[in-house]
């Protein structure tokens, strides 16, 4: 047997003396030889594939508690234990994409916001607008302006993490384009929230688009007391360019910073859909 110093064996197999000890004091794999007047350890030659394993084991994500039960393991429980770490890692890559996809979320809208900025507040504009995932629900109750919609905001929070995603911390509403005289008469028909990913098996009926294009639009920080006079100057500016045609109005409110205080940090925007053919 050829016998390796602790430093010899740590060169030959590129670790530290200090991650040889500490597979040693775990019982990973011990030196072949202790001298016990000295204590120092020695190793054989052949330890050099059991420790290349180890290092292999590491690289596929195993922990070293995984790892030695892996070494005592036959090749039929092996390929048992490969089959798992796949599915794990698979688990992980697509956790992964999710948190891709949030971050994505994110970046778009505030990019959206800072696009919304660059008109003029409270003054009617036109704007054009990507094509948008959402996924969208009826409301169970009745829901204005007016309303705190607490419940079925929850209610859209749930179906995403059922489905292992969440909300894009942006939230929308529509409901019918005609003369409304009172905030009363604003009834939403829908909520929704904007998605980056298709993959929400469990309510794929709720995915809709909301489709690019242009859009006349209205925008303004959330005020209650003055929202129907901005809703009904963006109403005067449709029906004066494009008449009476039966479509939605949608309303869409973002965040315009984190540290969130009351509803005025949200940036609301009241956009309609202009007709290709008046594009």
Not at 88 to 106: P, Y
Not at 137 to 142: A, D, V
Not at 222 to 238: G, H, N
Request: hydrophobic letters at 35%; glycine letters at 2%; one cysteine or more.
């Amino acid at each position: 047997m050829e016998k390796l110093s602790i430093g010899k064996m740590a060169n030959i197999c590129n670790v530290s003396i200090q991650t040889l000890r500490y597979y040693d004091k775990i019982d990973l794999i011990k030196p072949a030889i202790r001298d016990t007047k000295n204590g120092y350890r020695y190793y054989d030659i052949n330890q050099v594939f059991r420790i290349n394993i180890i290092k292999y084991l590491q690289h596929t994500g195993s922990s070293l508690k995984e790892i030695k039960q892996v070494l005592t393991l036959d090749s039929e429980r092996l390929v048992e234990f490969w089959n798992q770490q796949e599915l794990e890692i698979e688990n992980k890559i697509q956790n992964l994409q999710r948190t891709k996809e949030l971050i994505r979320g994110q970046q778009l809208q505030f990019q959206q916001l800072n696009e919304i900025q660059k008109f003029s507040q409270e003054i009617v504009y036109q704007r054009a607008i990507p094509q948008e995932l959402i996924i969208q629900i009826k409301p169970i109750t009745k829901i204005t302006p007016l309303s705190h919609p607490d419940a079925e905001v929850s209610r859209l929070e749930n179906i995403l993490l059922q489905n292992k995603t969440m909300a894009n911390l942006q939230y929308g509403f529509s409901y019918p384009l005609k003369e409304y005289n009172d905030l009363t008469e604003i009834e939403y028909d829908s909520i929704f929230t904007r998605v980056f990913s298709s993959r929400i098996d469990e309510a794929e009926e709720l995915l809709t688009y909301m489709l690019s294009g242009q859009y006349l639009c209205i925008s303004f920080l959330w005020d209650r007391t003055k929202y129907l006079s901005y809703y009904q100057k963006l109403f005067s500016a449709f029906l004066h360019k494009f008449g009476t045609i039966p479509t939605e109005v949608y309303e869409v409110s973002i965040v315009d910073e984190y540290h969130y205080e009351n509803e005025q940090n949200f940036l609301t925007e009241l956009r309609v859909k202009i007709p290709k053919n008046y594009h």
